[in-house]
């Protein structure tokens, strides 16, 4: 009997000309307008303690404009996330969750910027893939008549799809910070399309600020994502902030520049997260990942406050909302996420176990017994030899330092400087585990 799994293929869109560049943009401002409207309405009645399903028929405000199957999709999505919001609620009151959760928010305004996004039914576009990949979508009447086009938006697709398989709703997103149109397509494959190993090997996720991740698999592989020029860059966004903050009249707390700095601020800290979750998934993937192990950081948050812990792991870092997106996106590529208890880890030495006696001097982790390495990477490795009880750990490989550039998380040269030679890795040149020290190539 075959298998089936859910994937999903990213991938650039571009408008082939000035003018269907502006009418997708109009397209996906009018998604976020009925995406804000119905919210709306949905928050004033949650919180007058009404319904939030009695709503206006929205779909036919803005049919002329998205077309009635895009204002549906847009209208479902919403229903969806009031849906996961209502469920999350119900944990919250069954103590099953630590924080209250938050109804839906808006997708920005018009004056500060809009989030603009849209989604297409399934059967309503079109994906064609070759040499010159195209995709076809509709616009409604509105648009039609003002760009006197023939209501068929032909987009370019930069490179092929990963995925073949039934396709499901299309969305299409504006990064303003990339200036870039992206395409997420959900698609049923058949297992024996994939051509990832079988899907049996475990990793462990170390999460803080300065580095952002550090994971290390049970094949042995070491990936550690930098942060610290990201959360330089947030901070001094904060003390922009800050700064604008203080020379606000007396009763006032802010102003359209320090709405966009905000509104700047979070987005760059997203753009860097979701590709960060992406590039992770497609490593794990590759490897045979099929379970990550996340550590569960509600009591270090709730333990261990001062300013700039606050800084990082609530604004910049947003531990939760990243846990969540990490989900959704190892979702894609079939695999689990699992949060779980990381005490100890950061002070117990992967090779010998002792934990009284180790040091952490920055990112260098030190044990009596000899053992030198990254901190970080050694509290992943711990961590994942704690869940990983049935299966060994293998060798370490050299770590894959990855650091992002506004746009991609791209590997770094190798930095000698923060590893020890006492930390033994495998060649990755030989092909057959042969240790092989630090200095080998």
Known sequence: MSVVVRRTNTFAVRPLSDDDERLLLDLLDASASLWNELNYERRQQFFDGESVWDTADYRKQYVDVTGSGTAQQVIRKNKSAWNSFFAALDDWHNGDRDERPSPPGYWGNEDDGRELRTFIRNDLYTLETGDRSR???PVGSALKDEYDHTGRLRLEVAGDPKWDGEQG??????DEIDDTFRAFQPVTVPDSQQDSPLASEEAALDVGANNLIACTTTTGQQYLYEGR?????FRETTDEIARLQSKLREGRYSSNRIRQL???RTRRRDHA????????MEQLYADGVKTVYVGDLTDVLSAHWCAEVNAKTHQFWA???FIDRLSYTAEEYGISIEVQSE???TRTCPVCGEQEGTDRDGDVFRCPCGHEAHADLCASRTFLEQQACELEVGSMARPVRLKWDDHNWSETPHSPERESPNEERTNQST???NVASVGTA
């Open 135 to 137: 995709i076809e979508i």
């Open 169 to 174: 709703r299309l969305e299409i997103q504006y």
């Open 229 to 233: 020029d990201l959360f330089d860059r």
């Open 262 to 264: 905000y509104q700047k």
């Open 273 to 280: 997260q979701e590709a960060l979750a992406r590039d992770l």
């Open 319 to 321: 531990f939760r909302a």
């Open 343 to 345: 005490a100890n880890t």
């Open 431 to 433: 092909g057959n585990g």
